[in-house]
């Protein structure tokens, strides 16, 4: 294979060969931008270093070539003593992994070339400083050098002259370090610094190949979710000066604000300094504009080639660039990162200018900016005093009261107060105080912590890694910078969309995207305008319906007003919470008969009376109503604390307790989760499902007589054999044709075994609805309400899934039983209608999923209903 491609030879497209960077060198090499000439060894080429533990045969001939045509080109020759070429060395992945892996600057530099540079540059100061910095880059990321040994010597250096800054050096200082370096290094290694330059570039294109697998830069993957065994591209350019005196510098530009998306110059720049200095931040940038009188030649070539790029990638740019004394150098581009509000604003404004259309202007949008755009938030006005930023691991806007345990927050909770959780870290046994609290803080452990996926996992805002904090749970409370110190009680602020921790209370404002999903936007904001345009896009452009999860007329609604277009599940056991759960344990403890019969007549016109609330909320579409499904076990009081109170009264305790704790024994339950639920409990309690379709059916009558449109389906839980689905069936239709309804029976497909046996199921459903919360549960062998706690940081961290699949469909185990029950499910039924009503209906990559298998419609919470819309949208753009 051909390892080497010279910036004329690729292209924006060649990413996974060339990386970002070369790919992306090339293209503007390619457009006539002045890109300094160089080379790009391939993706290919460092996996097969990784691989075989050494450079591939014949890559040492075709980085001869391509250098001997780059010195041609340049017109001199690898570090020649004379007047040397010198090269960076950089490092470019396929996805952009910033500061993760190594560059070497200032290749070619030795004893000899040193003088070349400095007679060419007529700058002896710069020329021993880039050779010192040679020295420090290579010892530290070729030699594997510990570098603040490096950083103690120039500190030692500055010292001894009285300076703080680099810019009080002179080239004797920098001439000292350089032998002071060279020392380190013999040292350190027990061999001399590599006065070759061939030998100097081809150790350090090892080295950027071998720093793919550095520890930070495979923590990186994993928390991006980056492919491992992708390698990363190694770019050889020749050296150009930001650091040639005032005349030179370098700097970032954006086309765009990637903040707002506003059109305009965007970015920094610094005079006298090279890429590496900016990002150190040893002095400050002055705004880009500000190149306009530093530079005027240099600023209108830029703001040429800003235009140029955003033409030409008809997208936000971000771009890296020098100017050496006066000559402009693009150093690198790339399609910019940007925030959610902006990704709408700017895909809309570039379909208004023509650049691009509006299915492309939806593909460039994400549910996930969608979701991040529904969070309340802070408000801008106000004063707000920030303590510390820490890692934005779960969105949205929370204040209250620092608690600094799980008790605390418990107990705070329990009064009606608003807690902040803050902790180190969590642990599993801080669950209790997560779900009391607001929101969370933690000053250590990234994105993957314990506290940062359970926080996620519930919604609930979080900040976590909070470095600066100094957390002292003992005496509840926390130091930050500058000494502030907040104690119990203390009111604090943490916006989980950027990390932020404040000082006292900030207040919170409803996004104006939800106002205006709800109807009562300000139609006239930008970002509302322009979340319209490209909800209407994916409305028309979609196949599969949206529905909603709603058990509730209020929930209903809601859903209605976000775009759902009927229910697709309603859990008819969320209406026996609260005071009429009483009623349930009254049909668990009665047993058959007439004690049985008078439970049930207690609940139907209840459920006649919540059926005939949604119909109406829902009036003209499909309601899917679940027959009941309580996991026995959130049902009856807990076996242990029930014990424990009959035990305590002695014999005083009530008959209706003694009966209660002799049912909780009888029906105590290992795994209830795998046990009497669903269907297995509708067969088990002759009767009680009958009462639910009789209840279905008199709600519907009762709305036909009102001048409404009621639409029941009627859904059969966790039903593994057709067989089950059969007995439940037959008795519904019997009762449906008593009372002249006509409404849909299908099944939920949500355990293993109905998935497998689709084709037989089929027989007796008109619908699938695949549950795949149980499906997940069931398929992983995972309980849904245990694992996550108990060690899914563990799983994250180690990479054995980047995500929850709870959170997100995984498509190989679950994704494959979907599958089949799809295509064996329609052989048998050609109309067989399919949906979706696990949490996994609001999850973007998973409703691009159900599209690609064929789905109908995906059901989700009444909030995620249009993030499913776009993402349906998408899915066929
Ligand atoms: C499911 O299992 O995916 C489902 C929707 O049902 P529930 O969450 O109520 O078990
Ligand atoms: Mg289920």
Redesign the pocket.
């Known amino acids: 294979p051909k390892y080497v491609y010279d910036f004329t030879e690729g292209n924006k497209d060649l990413k996974d060969l060339l990386g970002g960077k070369g790919a992306n060198l090339a293209e503007m090499t390619n457009l006539g931008l002045p890109v300094p000439p160089g080379f790009t060894i391939t993706t290919e080429a460092c996996r097969s270093y990784l691989s075989e533990g050494g450079l591939p045969a014949g890559l040492g001939d075709e980085i001869d070539t391509h250098l001997a045509s780059l010195e041609k080109t340049m017109g001199r020759r690898l570090g020649a003593p004379d007047d040397p070429l010198l090269v960076s060395v950089r490092s470019g992945a396929k996805f952009s992994m910033p500061g993760m892996m190594e560059t070497v600057l200032n290749v070619g530099l030795n004893d000899d070339s040193v003088h070349g540079l400095a007679k060419r540059s007529g700058d002896e100061r710069h020329a021993w400083d880039s050779y010192r910095r040679l020295i420090q880059m290579f010892g530290r990321t070729v030699l594997g050098i510990d570098g603040a040994l490096f950083e103690c010597a120039l500190e030692d250096v500055k010292h001894g002259k009285g300076v703080t800054d680099d810019l009080g050096l002179d080239a004797g200082d920098f001439q000292h370090l350089v032998d002071t370096y060279k020392e380190i290094t013999l040292d350190r290694t027990g061999s001399a610094f590599p006065a070759d330059p061939r030998d100097q570039l081809r150790m350090a294109v090892e080295a950027v190949f071998g720093s793919w697998n550095a520890e930070r830069a495979v923590l990186y993957r994993r928390q991006e979710r980056i492919p491992a065994d992708l390698g990363t591209a190694v770019n050889v350019v020749a050296m150009v000066f930001g650091n040639l005196g005032m005349e030179s510098g370098t700097g970032v530009a954006f086309t765009r604000d990637p903040g707002t998306g506003q059109q305009g110059v965007y970015g920094d720049y610094l005079q006298n300094a090279q890429g590496e200095d900016v990002v150190a931040g040893i002095r400050n940038t002055v705004p880009l504009e500000r190149l306009r009188d530093i530079d005027p030649e240099s600023y209108r070539e830029l703001l040429g080639i800003m235009s140029t790029l955003e033409n030409h990638y008809r997208d936000l740019c971000d771009i890296e660039f020098t100017i050496e004394r006066g000559k402009l150098w693009m150093l690198q581009t790339r399609v910019g990162k940007r925030t959610p509000a902006a990704a709408f604003r700017i895909a809309v404004q570039l379909a208004d200018q023509g650049l691009i259309d509006m299915d492309e202007a939806l593909a460039r949008v994400t549910g996930e900016q969608l979701a991040q755009l529904m969070f309340p938030r802070f408000g801008e006005s106000g004063g707000r005093r920030l303590i510390t930023k820490g890692m934005n691991a779960s969105p949205g806007a929370a204040v209250g009261k620092a608690v600094f345990s799980s008790a605390r927050a418990e107990e705070l909770a329990a009064r009606g107060e608003d807690v902040i959780l803050v902790s180190r870290e969590t642990t599993p046994d801080d669950l209790s105080g997560m779900i009391a609290a607001r929101g969370v803080l933690t000053s250590r452990g990234g994105k993957t912590s314990h506290a940062a996926v359970v926080a996620r996992g519930m919604g609930k805002t979080c900040v976590c890694g909070a470095e600066q904090l100094d957390v002292d749970a003992e005496g509840r409370r926390f130091t930050g910078p500058g000494g502030v110190e907040v104690a119990e009680g203390d009111v604090i602020s943490i916006d989980g969309g950027t990390g932020e921790v404040f000082l006292g209370e900030v207040p919170v404002v409803a996004s104006p995207v939800v106002e205006y999903f709800d109807g009562r936007g300000d139609t006239g904001d930008e970002l509302v305008r322009a979340v319209d345009r490209l909800m209407r896009h994916a409305d028309g452009r979609r196949r599969m319906a949206v529905r909603a999860n709603a058990d509730t007329p209020e929930d209903a609604a809601r859903a209605r007003r976000f775009g759902a277009q009927g229910i697709g599940?309603c859990?008819t056991e969320h209406m026996f919470l609260g005071e009429r759960r009483q009623l349930v344990e009254d049909l668990i403890l009665a047993g058959p008969g007439a004690a049985r019969q008078k439970a049930l007549d207690a609940l139907e016109p209840l459920q006649k009376a919540d059926f005939a609330g949604i119909f109406e909320a829902m009036d003209g579409t499909p309601v899917t109503i679940r027959l009941i499904?309580p996991p026995l076990h959130e049902f009856l009081p807990d076996l242990t604390s029930l014990s424990v109170k009959v035990a305590l009264a002695g014999d005083d305790a009530t008959p209706r307790d003694r009966e209660l704790l002799a049912a909780v024994r009888r029906l105590h339950e290992q795994n209830p989760m795998l046990g009497l639920r669903g269907v297995r409990l509708g067969l088990a309690v002759p009767g009680l499902f009958a009462m639910q379709v009789r209840a279905i059916a008199a709600a519907v009558v009762e709305r036909r007589a009102a001048g409404g449109d009621p639409r029941a389906e009627i859904m059969i839980?966790l039903v593994g054999a057709v067989q089950e689905l059969e007995h439940v069936r037959d008795e519904a239709r019997r009762i449906l044709a008593e009372t002249g309804v006509e409404a849909m029976i299908g099944t939920?497909i949500?355990v293993p075994r109905a998935a497998l046996t689709a084709g037989q199921i089929a027989e007796a459903a008109e619908f699938f609805s695949f549950?795949?919360?149980?499906?997940t549960q069931m398929t992983w062998g995972f309980s849904r309400d245990d694992v996550e706690a108990a060690f899914f940081a563990r799983y994250l961290d180690l990479g054995i899934f980047g995500v929850s699949p709870f959170e997100t469909l995984d498509r190989a185990g679950v994704g494959r039983l979907m599958d089949i029950a799809v295509h064996e499910g329609r052989a048998t039924r050609g109309d067989l209608k399919l949906g979706i009503?696990?949490?996994h209906g609001g999850d973007p990559e998973s409703v691009r999923f159900c599209h690609r298998i064929g789905l109908d419609y995906v059901s989700c919470s009444p909030f995620r209903v249009p993030v499913a819309r776009l993402e349906a949208g998408r899915a066929v753009v």
């Open positions: 599940l859990r499904d839980p939920m949500e549950g795949t919360n149980d499906l009503c696990g949490e």
